[in-house]
């Protein structure tokens, strides 16, 4: 479950930090999903987004910053 929320996040901050559109995000949760249940196999969504070429290896390094930055408060 824990994975679940990063990957959340994860999406929701890229984002908010406005990465990445709304469609985007949710073009790469179906892939996601789709996959999870044809495959049983995950995938973070950053690799999905960073794939599709809709964020870049520097913006996911920020966005985890974002996410780690948010935990220690």
Same mark, same amino acid.
């Given at each position: 479950m824990k994975v !679940?929320? *990063? /990957?959340?996040r994860f999406g929701i901050i890229?984002?908010?930090?406005e990465f990445i559109t709304a469609e985007q995000l949710v073009e790469a949760l179906k892939?996601?999903?789709? !996959?999870? *249940? /044809?495959?049983?196999?995950?995938?973070?969504i950053g690799t999905i987004l960073l794939e599709k070429r809709y964020i870049t290896s520097k913006q996911i390094e920020e966005v985890?910053?974002?996410i780690m930055k948010k935990k220690s408060e």
């Open positions: !679940e929320h *990063v /990957e959340l890229a984002r908010e930090m892939i996601q999903v789709m !996959e999870e *249940v /044809e495959n049983k196999k995950h995938r973070p985890i910053l974002n």
